[in-house]
């Protein structure tokens, strides 16, 4: 998906959960925890998917990480068992460490709920911040949103 | 996937898992209560996909549920992170109100993992078993192993 | 644990969660997601031993529940298996229908993480917010925070 | 707890816990992945303060692990949110590299479920079996179950 501003075109990374039997807790609603094991899935397949760069290798054979070192979140209505939730993520800002997302759950057109973590990137070993590298900076800036905080 | 055996077309449910970094421990492998989740949305799967049976409308709508009384397990091989799984599900004898299935995990030509767990229809509100209905019984045997035990 | 100002005491609710296994990930430390489930875990104690209202008996019997509507955090410093985290809850604003906490965990002296949860009191069945019992509200209130936000 | 038989004591692990909401799924009981995790804890308890081996210590500085590579389940009854259970382990035998346990999680006296694990003693960066440790097998003797299987 893109929406143009300006001359230059920004991306949203979108994919699909199905809301499952083990997700749903006692009111027959998503488990709040849950949604955060989905955002963590957004960010993974976002790597896989959008910047092509494996969430895989990068932690088991690069030794990097992108640890979540702050989220909030606004659950706007309640998804059930068998709902399909369309997942978007864009990039609001882009640090020299870290970058600050957006993402969302939608149901058809409801919104579920809104999520704005800030992931930093960290060489495992030592558990400091790095500079992304250059390629994965290029692939990153094209998630940019168009209302993006400046960097 | 079907498999012939005497004039019988015997099918098999398939669907694919990647493995996320929500699933691996701090062996970089499979934690395997993840594995149960997985065998849990491979029957869910197999309801909504295999058996045109809705596993959402069931326990929300209908008040069924298919709790599992017994499982066995083999790991036997572990699965690393980025993995992706094919889930395959035969039912290896269908009672009156039971089913004994048999699900395998595979990673290309590798076999992970094997569970055999036995489910019972019930009613929810009672927690009583009652008989399959005819239809979902009747897709249920399209699934019947060749290897199936006596029912 | 009490806290005095101006006169009247203010309490806060603590206990203690092992970090285990299952709570880590293959950096070997808290899946941040595994962080929220303590929240909530944190939530349900302080209604079953602090508020003296059992949070089982609510969601089972009486039909009402405190979905969380909005929370932020902050992962402040990673979190080991085998490290004892002691968690702590103040309320920071009581209102008519809601209430907003403060719940943080900690190792030794050491802070890990700061969640800021919204809770709203629901009747499960409508999913409308109603007002808090006179008695539960009496109880949380033993809990608002010296720096509280005003109501 | 002890029961002697033939002059030799065999002792067996219990602990407690509490079923929490997370644990639950939409039919307001214990969702069965959630035991696992339980059995897993179970273990690791029993590790911590039965055996006085550190499951910490062991996988994050020794370097070794007690992956599960075979477990057998029944779920008798089920366990309800608040419910508060006792956890029993005993060895059934010891192997070489290897230990078959038996672990059962009671309400009161109602036996919600029973759980026969197989663990092997691993080195974790080559995966191969090891024969366990001295210490840790007498250690681990202590549970021996009076009705064992023969080693």
């Given at each position: 998906m893109q929406t143009g501003h300006g001359g230059r075109m920004s991306e949203i990374f979108q994919h699909q959960i199905k809301v499952l039997?083990?997700?749903?807790?006692p009111a027959g609603i998503v488990f709040y925890p849950r949604y955060f094991e989905m955002v963590n899935q957004t960010v993974e397949e976002w790597h896989d998917?959008?910047?092509?760069?494996s969430f895989a290798q990068m932690h088991m054979e690069s030794g990097y990480g992108v640890p979540t070192v702050s989220i909030g979140a606004e659950f706007t209505a309640p998804s059930k068992m068998g709902d399909v939730l369309t997942w978007s993520l864009s990039v609001l800002r882009l640090g020299r460490t870290s970058a600050h997302l957006r993402i969302t759950a939608r149901c058809g057109g409801d919104l579920r709920m809104t999520a704005t973590p800030v992931l930093v990137y960290v060489h495992m070993e030592s558990g400091r911040p790095v500079p992304w590298s250059d390629p994965l900076r290029a692939e990153m800036k094209r998630y940019l949103s168009g209302d993006a905080l400046p960097g």
């Open positions: 039997f083990q997700h749903c807790d998917a959008g910047l092509g760069h």
